[in-house]
């Protein structure tokens, strides 16, 4: 149960930067369709979650490892419809300060992806 816990709170974070720019686009939501999937969550509790994404907070993973991947995740999340918005940005550069991590990380980890998808 508190791995399903981890995954849950993992989901609702992506869905928080998701939803930053104020919409959902179609990339961003197979993104978290394929995340809902990998972590075992039925569609009816996606579809709830999505419904309140604006009131979602993000929540501060325990475990190392658990904080890199959902910084990638977030990353990923904020640049998957090929740009990145100032808020979703501002929300990276939070969510790392709250893992304890660099801003630089955020723009390095952020110009990678770019330079990556712009080839």
Avoid at 84 to 90: K, L, V
Wanted: aromatic content about 8%.
């Amino acid at each position: 149960m508190p791995e399903r816990k981890i995954k849950l709170e993992h989901f609702k974070n992506l869905i928080a930067v998701a939803a930053a720019d104020g919409y959902l686009n179609f990339r961003e939501r197979e993104f978290l369709t394929e995340r809902a999937e990998e972590f075992g969550l039925d569609a009816n509790e996606v579809d709830r979650l999505l419904l309140d994404a604006h009131k979602l907070q993000y929540m501060v993973p325990f475990n190392q490892i658990e904080r890199e991947e959902q910084l990638n995740d977030v990353i990923f999340m904020s640049i998957i419809d090929g740009e990145i918005a100032e808020p979703e940005y501002q929300l990276c550069i939070s969510i790392a300060e709250r893992l304890g991590l660099e801003k630089s990380l955020v723009e390095n980890m952020v110009a990678e992806v770019q330079k990556i998808w712009s080839r």
